[in-house]
């Protein structure tokens, strides 16, 4: 029986929830479904220039299984750029840090290291969200 699978830190959210091709018609039903833990991997180590290394410390994971997660992440977003598909960053198992929200009004996102500090520190609005209780539920 295998172990049960830890999940996997994020520091931050992602800034987009996919990106769509420009110029191909038809393929909506064809997405390419990007984890989040996956997108982590690309952002540590080609956005961010971490060793692999490195990577798997800030994402509390063995550098093999942070190799296994970044192949899996090239394959996706190769397929994707190759068949002209649509790219979409969802599901996974992961954890963030710290307390994260979205502000409604404004669409900033931000953290809050204070239990119960949701007010936006960009326009002063109370209308926030968790992001860390909005992508639990997306988990799949």
Known sequence: MPRRKRGRKMLVPPVIK??????????????????????EAI??????????E?????????????????????RKVAKA???????????????????WFKCNSCKAS???YEEGVKKCPVCDSDDTESLNEHYKNQKT
Do not use: C, K, W
């Open 54 to 74: 490195e990577a798997a410390v800030h994402m509390e994971v063995s550098r093999p299984t942070l190799t296994r997660i970044y192949e899996d992440a090239r």
């Open 81 to 99: 750029f190759v068949e002209g598909r649509d790219i979409l960053i969802r599901g996974g198992d992961f954890f963030f840090e710290d307390n």
């Open 18 to 39: 996919g990106m769509s091709v420009f110029g191909v018609r038809g393929r909506r039903a064809q997405e390419v479904y990007l984890l989040f833990e996956e997108y």
């Open 43 to 52: 952002r540590l180590l080609d956005y961010r220039g971490m060793n692999q």
């Open 110 to 112: 931000f953290s809050s």
